[in-house]
C-alpha cells in the first residue's frame, strides 16, 4: 500500500475490523499515517492479515483494550450492547459510522462511488485496475481482495474509488465527483419499508453529486434507468448522465451501446460504441454481467479524464475480485468455485457463469443463505434460480446482525414449489460441503455461494475429492 501522512497524531478504533468493508477502512486509514486499533469477535485470516500491516487488531471484543484517545468507528452490523461500544459512549468518544471514516480517508481526493444491489464490488475493482493501468495514482476501498493487487485498499494520490453501501443509505455521507449506479434491485427489506423508499434513497445519493460530476447508470436495469432519468430532469443539476447497456436490452437508449459481445470459458469481449467511436474490449473473465461491469467500470474511467482507448486496453488487466466467482481449487477434473452472492438475481448469474464454465459437466450448487429477513422476503425466488443448478445443497441461514425469525430457516427454500432441482438440505456447513463434494464428478463444478463463511468449507471439498481419488 502507498503511505501518506494525511491523518498522522489520529488515532481509530474499529469495532468489528474483520468485516470486509471495515477491514479496508482500517488499511486506508493506516495508509494515510494514523494510529489504527481494532477488535472482533473471532480470530480469522482479515484480522491475522491486518496484524502483519501494523494495525493493531484483536479478538475478541475488550472494553479494557479500547484506546481513550480514538476515534471509534463502527458499521451497521455493531449493537449498542457491544462492550466496546458501551464503554465508548461512557466516556463520551467520538463515534462514527464506517462511511464517515471511509469520508475521512478519502479526503482532498476526486470520489468515485460505485452503488447498486449487485456489482459493486467488481465494478469498482475493474475501475480501480483500470486507472491504475491507465497511470492514474487512485485509491481504493473495495469489499475483497483486488485479483493481482493483494488487497481491496490501497492509498494513493489522485482518485478515490469506492463501494458506496446502500444498505442503510450510509451512502448519503459522501460526495462523488463520479457516480456509478449498476442496477436499484430492491434489497434490505429489513431497513426499507418499500421498493419505492429503495429507490427514494437512490435519488438522494444522486444529489449527493458534486456540481459538474457524472452519473452512470446502467440501461439495462429498470430501476437505474429510472434512477438516470431523474438526474436528467432534476431541477438546478449541472451534471452529466452517462447510461450503458445493449441497446436490444436496454429500457432507455445507451450512450455507451455494447455490441458483438461473445464469451467463451475463461474470457468475454465485447465492443463499447460511444459518441461516434468503437472501443474493443477483451476481459480475463467470463459472464454477460463481467461486459456491463466493465462498461459502467468503463465509464467511469473516462469521466475522470482517462482516453477510451486507454482505459479499454487497461481493463484487460483486471482479474477478478476475492470471493466473486473465484476459483478455489481443482482436483482430478473437479473445480470447485466461491462467490458471496447473496440475493436470488446474483445468485442467478453465478449459477449462469458456473455453466458457462462447466460446459458439459454439471453445476453442483451449496447455498448458504444470508439473513433470515432475506430469506423469508426471497425464499421462493431464492428456490427458483438455485434450480438452475443441477443439484443444490443447502445450510443453514447465516444470521450476521440478525436474531432468528421464528419459523424461518433454509427449508423455506428447500420446501418451496419453485424449487425444481434435486435438493438435500444439510444444516450443517461441513456436512454440507461434503455431501457437495460427493456429488461432484469430473468435469463437474461445484460452486459455494452465499455472503456468510461458507467459503471457509472450500478446502474441505478440495480434501474429499482428494481422498476419494486415494490421493
Known sequence: MSRSTALEGQSFHLIGVGGAGMSVVAELLKGQGAEVTGSDRQDSAVLQSLITKGIGAYFPHDADRVPEAATVIISSAIRESNPELIVARERGQNVVHRSR?????????????????HGKTSTSAMIAVALLNSGVDASYAIGGPVLGEGSGARVGSEVFVAEADESDG????YA????????????????????????????????????GGTLICCAEDAGS??????????DGREHRVITYGRPERSIV????????????????????????QSYPLRLGVTGEHSILNAAGAWAACVACGVDGMVAVEALGHFRGAGRRFELRGEVGGRRVYDDYAHHPTEVEVALRQARIVAGEGRVIAVFQPHLYSRTLSFADRFAEVLSGADEVVLADIYAAREDPISGVTTALVANSPKMKSGAHLVPDMDEAARKAALLTKPGDVCILIGAGDIFLRAPLVESVWLEEDGK
Open 225 to 234: 434507468a429510472e434512477i438516470s432519468q431523474y438526474g436528467r430532469t432534476s
Open 170 to 173: 450510509s451512502f448519503l455521507h
Open 176 to 211: 462523488p465527483a463520479v457516480e456509478v449506479i449498476t442496477n436499484v434491485e430492491p434489497d434490505h427489506l429489513d431497513h426499507y419499508a418499500s421498493r419505492d423508499e429503495f429507490i427514494g434513497i437512490f435519488r438522494q445519493f444522486v444529489d449527493r453529486l458534486i456540481p
Open 253 to 276: 437508449a445507451p450512450e455507451v451501446e455494447i455490441t458483438d459481445v461473445v464469451m467463451t470459458e475463461k474470457s468475454a469481449a465485447a465492443v463499447f460504441n460511444f459518441e461516434g
Open 101 to 117: 471514516g471511509l469520508a475521512l480517508a478519502a479526503e482532498g481526493q476526486p470520489f468515485v462511488a460505485v452503488a447498486g444491489a
